[in-house]
């Protein structure tokens, strides 16, 4: 246990759903962070919150949207997703904010496979 | 660019040998990181390097780190079974860049 947990860990949807994924951290971190593991790449960084604002969008498509509420809460909105999304995704959080960026805890992540 | 790069990709060794991983990148930078993940599981943090020649050692796994070099070395001692998993480093550019990770096999 690392202190994140992420909502669903599996799911399962179609091009045409919308689901949303969810993140929580128990730390007292001021960051947290998207990430997608694909088979055969390496970890991709999406989207990357400090103090709840959106420091960091990697050149993400439209249909992933991020929502961060509070600085313990981290939501990444899914609709219109392609069968190439399909992957884990992984939480983090880490102590520092903005400028600073240092060590990372994951959460168990979030198996998504689109049909 | 930033790249980190691991060698080897995908390392198979038997119990009780010793080998070390290998993680090279681009820019420099003195904050490194190593984690583990096992299979369908989430990232553990392993080690966290900060500074040239770093040195952190937990169990049978060692790790360092050499900035002038732009190099990090883990090193595992007298491998187990239970140590199979993928090893990743990230390297911190402002952010964490990761390597494409290290899938170690431990054979009886």
């Known amino acids: 246990e690392t202190g994140v947990t992420q909502t669903p860990r599996h799911l399962v949807m179609g091009m045409t759903n919308k689901k949303s994924l969810k993140c929580e951290q128990h730390?007292?971190?001021?960051?947290m962070y998207w990430y997608k593991q694909s088979a055969k790449k390496p970890l991709e960084l999406m989207f990357v919150?400090?103090?709840?604002?959106?420091?960091e969008n990697n050149s993400v498509p439209s249909r992933f949207s991020p929502e961060c509420p509070n600085s313990s809460h981290l939501f990444l909105h899914l609709h219109t997703l392609q069968p190439e999304d399909s992957a884990l995704y992984l939480c983090?959080?880490?102590?520092?904010?903005?400028?600073?960026?240092?060590?990372?805890?994951f959460g168990p992540g979030t198996r998504l496979t689109v049909l | 660019e930033l790249k980190v790069e691991q060698n080897p990709l995908f390392l198979s060794m038997q119990e009780g040998k010793n080998y070390t991983i290998y993680c090279n990148y681009s820019?420099?930078?003195?904050?490194l990181y190593w984690y583990r993940q096992d299979p369908g599981k989430s990232l553990e943090s392993l080690f966290v390097?900060?500074?040239?020649?770093a040195v952190k050692q937990e169990g049978r796994l060692m790790a360092s780190l050499d900035t002038k070099a732009r190099l990090s070395t883990l090193h595992i001692t007298a491998a187990v079974h239970d140590l199979s998993a993928t090893y990743f480093c990230?390297?911190?550019?402002?952010?964490?860049?990761f390597g494409k990770g290290t899938k170690l096999t431990v054979n009886p």
């Open positions: 983090a959080s880490s102590p520092k904010g903005r400028n600073s960026y240092n060590e990372q805890f």
């Open positions: 730390l007292g971190h001021n960051a």
């Open positions: 919150y400090s103090l709840e604002e959106r420091v």
């Open positions: 820019t420099t930078s003195d904050r």
């Open positions: 390097l900060l500074s040239n020649g």
């Open positions: 990230a390297v911190e550019f402002g952010k964490l860049v």
